[in-house]
């Protein structure tokens, strides 16, 4: 049971074990003073007296010494017992632990639907810009990060976020956030070791996990490889290759950031997708697919090809393994998907959850 509840718990079920034994002592001390009274009515007499109601007198403590001796007790331990029961509430109600447990209730249930999702440890600085981008080409994830702060700060840019806090690098803390169920893993942690570890605890748990890796030091770099990570960034390297971008490019530049960040095209990106077997759209050309789904194809690739086709025929026949890159919003990047990966396909839960919702 979570320790937050098993601190307000406690309080109420000791009230409830001292309203038991009340009721027990003020009916033996009845029976002591030859006034023999139900339980039923003790229970009612504790029940009144802790309340602090003031009904009449149901058992005639008058002319007993014992009785009133008993009664005055019960009333002085039930002020306590309420008080501090009263205050352990209060104090969890003030600090917000109550509706933290709820939230991570609904958290529970979010990741449980989970499937095929993206799994993001650390969200201290990169992983926050990885979880923009799976939030706004609408990918299922889950956050993981082992500082509250870091989290409620993220949720304030999206409110309803899956979120985990926690050491990422807990095999306990994989499995609750769907190791097994996900379909890739982002190693965003500030420590090359640790990145290094959660890796390897991550293919220990999934083998078939995807992982991708962030790294400092390029000395790490071939560790991180042969500890299972199948793609690896190095922050610095693409800083330096942005900064060169500016000034050998800066229209391309300008061109990807405005597709970043333009509010009327949101989770408009460059995608890609394989043709599956099974597809609909298998021998067909590219001309179909963009009759189908609206997008046209910037570049291909051949299974077991090493380079793409920039600017393909539009009459280039789709085959089984084939990867066409194109430039969709979410939607039809879904459409896409969709159409190459074979009508019994199935649409990761978190997706289908969230359309059902917007709809």
């Not at 034994?21 to 139900?38: D, K, N, Q, V």
């Not at 990570?229 to 490019?249: D, K, T």
């Not at 189908?292 to 570049?299: M, P, W």
Request: aromatic share 6%.
């Amino acid at each position: 049971m979570d320790y937050d509840i098993k601190k307000i718990l406690r309080p109420v079920l000791f009230l409830a074990l001292l309203m038991a034994a009340s009721t027990f002592i003020l009916y033996a001390a009845c029976l002591w003073e030859g006034r023999p009274a139900g339980l039923l009515r003790c229970l009612y007499m504790v029940t009144i007296t802790m309340s602090t109601i003031g009904y009449e007198d149901m058992i005639g403590t008058q002319g007993s010494p014992l009785l009133t001796a008993v009664n005055i007790g019960l009333i002085v331990v039930y002020m306590l017992a309420v008080a501090y029961a009263v205050s352990n509430f209060t104090a969890y109600l003030i600090e917000g632990r109550l509706s933290n447990y709820f939230q991570r209730n609904k958290n529970r249930k979010r990741i449980g639907a989970m499937d095929q999702h993206y799994i993001i440890c650390g969200v201290k600085d990169i992983g926050v810009y990885v979880a923009r981008e799976l939030f706004e080409t609408r990918r299922p994830f889950v956050a993981v990060d082992d500082s509250r702060q870091a989290i409620d700060e993220l949720r304030k840019e999206i409110p309803k976020l899956a979120a985990l806090e926690g050491d990422p690098t807990s095999d306990d803390m994989l499995h609750q956030a769907g190791i097994s169920r996900a379909r890739a893993l982002i190693a965003a942690l500030e420590n090359d070791k640790e990145n290094l570890y959660l890796v390897m605890a991550a293919k220990d748990l999934n083998p078939k996990i995807k992982i991708a890796a962030r790294y400092n030091n390029p000395a790490t770099r071939h560790k991180l490889v042969n500890a299972g990570a199948s793609a690896l960034v190095s922050p610095n390297m693409i800083g330096g290759m942005r900064i060169a971008s500016e000034l050998v490019r800066p229209q391309t530049v300008s061109f990807l950031d405005t597709m970043l960040r333009n509010k009327q095209e949101t989770g408009t990106r460059v995608e890609e997708a394989a043709v599956a077997a099974g597809s609909p759209m298998s021998g067909k050309t590219l001309l179909d697919l963009h009759r189908e789904t609206g997008v046209t194809a910037i570049a291909c690739r051949q299974p077991g090809g090493e380079e793409f086709r920039y600017n393909p025929d539009p009459h280039t026949r789709l085959a089984l393994g084939m990867t066409v890159i194109f430039i969709a919003n979410p939607e039809r990047r879904m459409a896409v998907e969709r159409r190459l990966a074979g009508a019994c396909a199935a649409e990761p839960e978190g997706l289908r959850a969230g359309r059902k919702k917007r709809g």
